[in-house]
């Protein structure tokens, strides 16, 4: 085998994209043999040609191998293929059939464009479609004139004519090259394309009329320092003035020609005003507004533009409304996010209703332009769509045939083989991409015409002409360049589908025929429901001043006053008669009536005595009961008696309440009568009493008065109670309820108290004090008095201006005056005493009276020291009980001068003792989290000390309240060991001296077995037992665990030094045995782990029957140990064992196995020092 030529391989290129362009030519794939369109028809040429002309694998490397392939073959199903697709362009070529032996002339072909910039139309993107587009005209235009034109290709790194004059001069002085593909960019092409105008050369470009960016800007400008801002505005416009540019071929768009296609949708649907919005910070909408307005206002439909800086979005409102005093109609040229920010702000001003339209340019798809896209996943995404469905787009028609499906596949695979470049997930193989491949082929076709002619390859100027001025069907559809060099692009019309959300073609605008071509079966979705497009100037005007609509409107507002009036003068009348017949309703409500025997007395007690409940009636109930007056306050000397000695109490339908009598010979139902009963049954405060009813059908002369029932007293009771502690919290808290209090009263329809005085202000079972015996004027007033020490002393707490009237009957309250006793009550709360308290220690109340209506200068007043309350309190009490009545505050500015002085202090007793309450409640959560912790400690200590003293299995069980039942193991290794010459030893030592040295002795073995599987059983005396194997089974490791164990402990014992006795070597003898034994746990008050068996006695016998500094191995435990190979053994011969008889037994000497310890030598521990841990097996180290 042998690899293909590199014409083969260009010939099996050049059929693929026969394929592809015959197949553009007709809009649809090729036909399967059966009928049916299956795939593109380059597949189908490429299977038929497998099966037909060649059998090939693929080598490690990604070449082809051939059997027996024959070129003429391959090119001949080309032709055949070509000629087939009928029609005009790629269709008409013909392939000749001669062979082209020999040698061919080259001609370079310059391709000039950016690199690495991630734009749509960069070299990675751009260069395979041109790479593709030479194979095929070499192969198919170039070859029977014995022609190949080679590519020569140069990049640069960013859009800017500071690098592409020069990598173009090189091309053309060194390469010789004939055309010039791009470059793309604008700045990068001005200077190649006059360049190329002087030499002659062609240059063809797939873009050439996208704006430059702001690097392109500042990079050019500070290389050619003359870039004016007419020529940034106007950058793409220049290359239409072909005079400069006489050899410049553009593939792609020209932004001219937009208002072209928007010309065509204002001329179907019948818009002549038209508003413009352009963003001048952003060059892509700059540029196509400018075209926008240039063109439009050519057309004479333009009537409203306005530049905008899209970096200030706080005015969007104002543009918008702007514009709708102009247009109806109204096209937004600005990027991408910001059409997003204008349509939610439409949509807010109630825009996106179906009065107006919107339009916008996205060239095509892609994040280059800026996301054009309504859905960003915020919570805005809903108003979005629906104002989305307001928007018009247009876009370039982007190429969705077959063919153009297969060339896009091709694309991709090129880009990633020869330019290392890999389209993005979604990235479409765009349009500027296809425009390249036309061009290309543009070109071609051009050369193949001037060599058929005769003509001078290098005569750009011919060959430019040539490439004017025709049409033919490329990839990207129909291609038509116009006289000037430039392509009359086709665009697509899209609309929001408000169920899909997305945008859907709905009308084509193609550049042949620069009409409005409807899509069959698609239509707008205009909002609003409407059913066709919204009228460009709405009925009334832009600014609704109409003649026609003001007359009629004029006709409607007049109609609409008129029935305004009518029905305001309806609407009074009928709310002044409900009004009065609910009024009448109420006055005529009798609810507030209470019969006799509705009422249950409640017996007054004292010392906590049993209450009696008996039928209030007229046999029962005399006037000794209530005494002189409904409520009485009579301070007790006696501790024990209630501060409120008596208030008649009753039941009425199962609530508690007060009951005040009242001596009146004959009670009236009167509408005044009806209408303070109202007043007091619509007072509604948390700090006045409720009215519950009264009484009036008694036989006797008086009548009944039930309010709520308060049962600590009143405002009199508490003071002159010392029982009760009054702290200045307490107190501002009931200064607050009753300026609370009035403060509603003086609003309310009552308007006015004119009784207020101490013993009128009670107290419920929160201490919320409560304003009580307001209103009810009629009921209240007797018919007679006396003018004793009782009646003077109820006139402490008027006013010096209403003192000259009778108190009683008729006396004119005021507010006024209110305010006078409210201060009265105030120096009874200050210095916890009666009104007056100091004067009435040398002077009656009849006094005290005469001299306070007398006027004196200074006015006689309450007397209150300075230290006795706060200073704003005693300004706020001088102010309030002013000689002069317009002087005093009123309630609603004793309450925000009250406000400021309780700053500092509860507003509420209760809130207050809520907040102790809560603090306690705190105090109380903090130490029990103590506690808490504290018992928690305890608990993990308690248990830490039962895991030293059972193994942590067991223990676990232990605290949980399970029985540990006895278990039974196969087989355990079993360590004794004792010391050599203890008993000795102890005899010539002090007894703290052997705990001392017991004590250093077995803290270095527990360290040791720390690093081991095995449980120290217990230690008595100098023995010390440990076992491996239980409770938690390990295998045969218990006696390699022993082993090693043993082998440490004995490295230990052999530097050990006993503190008192440093001369003398400690000695001891060490016994392991294995086999089976019974464990479990014995005792309650100390439950001890123990071990049962013969193989506990054997254990012990070996370690009896050893020497010193010795370890004695038994035969079962030297066996398990051989298995491991790594412990080594000496015999030691026969030994006799007390119940045993003779038996072999061994020595253990060593081990090769790494020892697990830690390499830290072993040390003794002086008193000062703290000594190795003690480690159990299953306790966390």
């Known amino acids: 085998m042998h690899r293909k030529p590199l014409g083969v391989s260009i010939a099996l290129v050049f059929l693929e994209y026969c394929v592809v362009l015959s197949c553009c030519v007709r809009g649809r794939p090729a036909a399967a043999p059966d009928g049916h369109h299956e795939g593109s028809a380059g597949l189908l040429l490429l299977n038929n040609l497998s099966e037909a002309t060649r059998s090939e694998t693929v080598d490690e490397d ?185 050899t410049l071929t553009r593939m792609s768009y020209c932004q001219c020609r937009l208002k072209l296609v928007f010309s065509s949708i204002f001329k179907q649907f019948g818009w002549k005003h038209v508003g413009l919005l352009l963003d001048r910070s952003d060059l892509f909408s700059l540029t196509v507004g400018k075209n926008l307005e240039y063109g439009l206002k050519e057309e004479d439909v333009l009537t409203f533009m306005r530049e905008l800086d899209g970096n200030d979005e706080e005015d969007l409102d104002n543009y918008l409304q702007d514009a709708s005093m102009y247009a109806r109609v109204i096209i937004l040229s600005v990027r991408g996010s910001l059409v997003r920010k204008f349509m939610l702000s439409a949509h807010r001003l109630g825009m996106t209703r179906g009065e107006f339209t919107f339009l916008d340019v996205e060239i095509f798809q892609s994040s280059y332009w ?211 017949m609910k009024l009448n309703n109420e006055l005529n409500n009798m609810s507030w009536r209470v019969r006799p025997d509705e009422v249950l007395l409640e017996v007054g007690r004292l010392f906590g005595s049993k209450m009696g409940l008996q039928k209030l009636n007229y046999e029962n109930f005399s006037l000794q009961q209530f005494g002189s007056s409904g409520r009485a306050s009579i301070a007790s000397g006696n501790s024990q008696l209630p501060a409120q000695l008596f208030t008649t109490i009753g039941i009425y339908k199962g609530e508690r309440v007060a009951i005040k009598k009242v001596a009146k010979k004959k009670v009236y139902i009167t509408s005044t009568l009806l209408w303070e009963i109202k007043q007091a049954r619509d007072v509604s405060h948390e700090n006045t009493v409720r009215f519950v009813g009264a009484c009036i059908d008694l036989p006797r002369p008086s009548i009944l008065i039930l309010t709520e029932y308060c049962p600590k007293g009143s405002l009199k009771d508490v003071l002159e109670n010392e029982a009760i502690q009054l702290d200045w919290n307490f107190r501002m808290s009931l200064i607050h309820d009753v300026v609370k209090g009035m403060a509603y009263l003086h609003n309310s329809d009552v308007g006015v108290h004119g009784k207020l005085r101490s013993c009128n202000c009670l107290i419920d079972g929160r201490f919320v004090l409560k304003i009580s015996d307001f209103g009810l004027r009629t009921l209240s007033t007797p018919s007679e008095f006396i003018r004793d020490q009782n009646y003077y002393n109820k006139l402490l707490w008027v006013a010096p201006e209403l003192l000259p009237a009778t108190v009683i009957p008729g006396t004119p309250a005021t507010q006024k005056g209110d305010v006078y006793s409210f201060a009265i009550i105030l120096e009874e709360i200050v210095v916890r005493g009666g009104p007056y308290e100091t004067a009435r220690q040398f002077m009656d109340p009849q006094k005290i009276i005469e001299r306070v209506a007398a006027h004196e200068s200074p006015a ?151 690093f081991y599987d095995v449980y120290k059983v217990e230690t008595i005396g100098d023995a010390y037992m440990v076992v491996s194997g239980l409770p938690e089974r390990n295998g045969h490791d218990h006696a390699r665990e022993i082993g090693l164990m043993s082998l440490a402990v004995l490295d230990a014992v052999k530097s050990f030094t006993i503190k008192h006795k440093p001369d003398q070597q400690l000695k001891i003898r060490i016994g392991i045995h294995s086999g089976p034994v019974c464990a479990g746990v014995v005792g309650q008050k100390m439950p001890h782990y123990c071990l049962f068996g013969d193989t506990v006695n054997t254990a012990s016998r070996m370690e009896s029957t050893g020497h010193p500094l010795k370890i004695h191995v038994s035969e079962a435990a030297k066996q398990i140990l051989d298995k491991f190979g790594t412990f080594r053994t000496e015999l030691r011969g026969e030994v006799e064992l007390k119940g045993k008889g003779i038996v072999t037994t061994y020595w253990l000497l060593e081990c090769s196995e790494p020892d697990p310890r830690p390499p830290t030598p072993m040390k003794n521990y002086n008193d000062n020092e703290v000594p190795f841990p003690i480690l159990f097996p299953g306790i966390g180290k």
Request: charged letters at 25%.
């Open 860 to 1010: 006689f007043r309450p007397f209150v020291g300075q230290r006795d309350c706060p200073p704003d309190l005693l300004d706020l009490m001088e102010k309030c009980w002013s000689d002069s009545p317009d002087d005093r505050l009123t309630f609603a500015q004793i309450r925000s001068t009250v406000k400021l002085i309780m700053k500092g202090f509860c507003e509420n007793l209760m809130d207050d003792l809520l907040r102790r309450m809560e603090q306690y409640a705190n105090n109380l959560e903090s130490l029990v989290e103590e506690k808490t912790e504290q018992l928690s400690m305890e608990k993990r200590r308690t248990e830490e000390l039962l895991y030293q003293v059972l193994p942590r299995p067991v223990a676990q069980q232990l605290l949980a309240g399970e029985m540990v039942q006895p278990e039974q193991f196969e087989c355990v290794t079993i360590y004794f060991s004792d010391i050599v010459g203890f008993t000795a030893l102890c005899a010539t030592s002090r007894p703290m001296e052997v705990v001392d040295f017991l004590n250093d002795l077995y803290s270095t073995f527990d360290r040791i077995i720390g």
């Open 370 to 580: 800026g996301d054009h896209y309504w859905e960003l996943g915020d919570e805005d995404d809903q108003a979005a769509r629906k104002a989305y469905q307001a928007l018009l787009r247009v876009s370039l028609l982007q190429p969705t045939s077959p063919s153009y499906q297969y060339f896009a596949e091709k694309v991709r695979q090129r880009a990633k083989r020869d330019y290392n470049y890999t389209f993005v997930e979604d990235e479409e193989v765009n349009f500027f991409i296809g425009a390249f491949f036309d061009g290309v082929y543009l070109l071609g076709m051009a050369l193949n015409e001037t060599l058929n002619e005769g003509g001078n390859i290098r005569d750009g100027s011919a060959i430019t002409r040539k490439m004017w001025n025709r049409s033919f069907d490329g990839i990207t559809g129909h291609v038509r360049i116009d006289d000037n060099g430039d392509r009359d692009a086709d665009y697509s019309i899209l609309d929001l589908d408000p169920i899909t959300g997305r945008f859907e073609v709905v009308a084509h605008y193609y550049g042949k025929t620069r009409e409005y071509s409807p899509v069959k079966g698609k239509r707008i979705h205009w909002p609003g429901g409407r059913e066709g497009p919204p009228p460009d100037i709405p009925k009334c005007g832009f600014m609704g001043n109409s003649p026609a609509c003001q007359r009629s409107e004029m006709m409607l507002l007049y109609g609409i006053i008129g029935f305004g009036i009518i029905s305001a003068f309806a609407a009074a009348v009928t709310y002044v008669l409900c009004k009065q």
């Open 62 to 246: 990604g070449g082809y191998f051939e059997d027996d392939l024959d070129l003429g073959a391959i090119m001949s199903i080309g032709e055949r293929l070509i000629k087939r697709s009928g029609g005009s362009g790629i269709s008409r070529i013909e392939v000749p059939e001669e062979d082209y032996g020999g040698n061919y002339t080259t001609y370079n072909v310059g391709v000039l464009m950016a690199s690495h910039l991630d734009s749509p139309f960069d070299l990675e993107r751009c260069g395979p479609a041109v790479d593709l587009a030479l194979v095929f005209i070499n192969e198919f235009l170039m070859a029977h004139h014995r022609i190949k034109l080679l590519k020569v290709q140069q990049s640069y790194a960013s859009c800017s004519g500071a690098k592409s004059p020069g990598l173009a001069a090189d091309m053309h002085f060194k390469d010789n090259v004939i055309a010039f593909i791009g470059p793309a960019c604008a700045f990068a092409l001005e200077p190649v394309a006059r360049l190329a105008d002087y030499w002659n050369t062609p240059i063809i470009t797939g873009m050439g009329d996208q704006p430059p960016s702001e690097g392109e800007l500042s990079v050019t400008s500070g290389i050619l320092g003359r870039l004016s801002n007419k020529w940034k505005n106007e950058s793409t416009g220049i290359f239409k003035d072909k005079s400069k540019y006489q």
